[in-house]
């Protein structure tokens, strides 16, 4: 099997309509991120229960972290289309909901049930049913950069969406957009059997290993924390720019604030994560990332008032931040045992869910209107990332492997495992008869597959 194998028309035609599933309904969660804060406090009930407009603003996360393993499961017993149409259809309702609402209960109740359509675990599985094994790496990359590139247009569009259309005017939009993804689903996705596989499924027999490994509970305490920060920063930010008493930019204006920033913290992290990655410098860079979010929370907390300020603020922190959501998932893979990096990513997902959860949660709780307290909740989160760079310290290096699968081979002689760690580059080996399939962790600088090959066919001749 070739690693750099491209991917086939069926494989193209799969993946890139799943990924535009997969961001789409991102896209309906983060587009109202900017303009949520303004909005949720016109709404009948949120004056008496200010706390309720952060909790509103992050429900999304905890019922998301609480049902994404759970749905990811029942995809393997009904069937992957089912299951993500019933979490879209779930998703459109909430929107609906959220868009009807002229109350903040009624808004947490729409949120609440946004979250619940919690298909991402299910979107993989597919993925993994329809693209060839080794191809899974390209696959998933797509579906990455897909995330990223919903979550920055979701910053851009917001405000002007929300002037033309009003807020409740983006819920039905995503409503609308979450039905579309289910005749995709059903029109354009390929249909395929579903398999089990460990590269991209939570195993519960490797749950304890990956819950004892120190250096992925370290990378899920450094997801929690980074949307922890995020979506605490987001309770108050809008309301920032839009203070009466100090207005720096008006709703329909904030894209230009936005778009400038978010072009930039890309081009400055492509070179950062292309360092950490050739230089195999990926902790220095991880840790630089890291103190780059201290600095923009520092920043916002001394110099709310100042438009410039906040400008320069949020360029530290979407270029620590982009950086960090491209490096986390790869340090995951880099530490996580053979065959058990899809329960690694179902933990280290649901802690970040559990933190956008969390950080609407804390600035509901900590933002109190009358005062208009924003560098309470700014110095806070700064709190929150310095105890992050003290737990990343003590992370270890990664060791820079990959993961190659290979078919068992149906006559296996006793000593394959040996004779695959022989091979030079071969770090760890995992042979899992149930899935007929052998995991490698592999350097790839060194690993020559044909040698694997080689032993591969020698032991089913």
């Given at each position: ?245 100090h207005p720096l930019l008006s709703l329909a204006d904030q894209w230009t604030l936005y778009l400038p920033v978010m072009l930039l913290s890309f081009l400055f992290m492509v070179p950062l994560i292309a360092i950490g990655e050739a230089k195999r410098k990926l902790k220095e860079i991880f840790v630089v990332a890291i103190v780059l979010l201290i600095v923009a ?165």
């Amino acid at each position: 099997m070739s690693a750099n194998a491209a991917l086939d028309r069926r494989e193209k035609r799969a993946v890139f309509s799943l990924a535009g599933i997969f961001g789409l309904r991102l896209l309906g969660l983060f587009l109202v991120l900017p303009v949520f804060s303004v909005y949720a406090h016109g709404l009948r009930g949120a004056a008496m229960h200010p706390a309720l407009i952060g909790i509103a603003l992050g429900a999304y996360g905890l019922t998301q972290a609480c049902l994404q393993i759970p749905f990811g499961k029942l995809s393997d017993h009904i069937g992957r289309k089912p299951v993500i149409a019933m979490g879209l259809l779930i998703f459109a309702i909430g929107s609906v909901v959220a868009a009807l609402a002229t109350s903040i209960d009624g808004l947490l109740i729409g949120r609440v049930l946004q979250g619940a359509g919690a298909v991402a675990a299910a979107i993989i599985a597919l993925t993994a049913d329809l693209v060839r094994e080794e191809r899974w790496t390209k696959a998933m990359a797509v579906i990455g950069i897909t995330i990223g590139i919903s979550f920055s247009v979701s910053l851009v569009l917001s405000a002007p969406l929300a002037h033309f259309i009003g807020v409740s005017g983006i819920f039905w939009v995503t409503a609308v957009l979450a039905l579309l993804a289910i005749a995709v689903l059903y029109l354009v996705i390929p249909s395929s059997p579903a398999k089990f596989h460990r590269d991209a499924e939570l195993n519960p027999a490797m749950l304890r290993t990956v819950l004892r490994d120190g250096n992925l509970l370290r990378l899920d305490f450094g997801i929690f924390s980074l949307h922890t920060g995020l979506t605490a920063i987001f309770v108050v930010l809008p309301l920032v720019l839009v203070d009466p008493r100090h207005p720096l930019l008006s709703l329909a204006d904030q894209w230009t604030l936005y778009l400038p920033v978010m072009l930039l913290s890309f081009l400055f992290m492509v070179p950062l994560i292309a360092i950490g990655e050739a230089k195999r410098k990926l902790k220095e860079i991880f840790v630089v990332a890291i103190v780059l979010l201290i600095v923009a929370g520092v920043l916002m907390a001394v110099s709310y008032h100042s438009l410039t300020m906040i400008a320069i603020a949020l360029f530290f922190f979407f270029v620590g931040f982009n950086v960090l959501e491209a490096s986390l998932p790869s340090l995951i893979a880099k530490f996580s045992h053979p065959g058990a990096k899809g329960t690694a990513t179902g933990v280290y997902t649901s802690s970040e869910f559990f933190g956008a959860f969390c950080g609407g949660l804390l600035g509901g709780l900590l933002y109190i209107p009358e005062s208009r307290n924003y560098s309470v909740i700014f110095w806070v989160v700064t709190g929150i990332f310095v105890l992050w760079l003290l737990v990343a310290l003590g992370m270890q290096r990664p060791r820079y492997l990959a993961t190659r699968i290979f078919t068992l081979p149906t006559r296996q002689n006793a000593g394959l495992e040996q004779q695959l760690l022989a091979l030079p580059g071969v770090a760890e080996v995992a042979i899992f008869a149930d899935e007929g399939a052998i995991y490698c962790k592999v350097d790839s600088k060194v690993f020559v597959e044909e040698q694997a090959l080689v032993i591969l066919q020698a032991a089913g001749a």
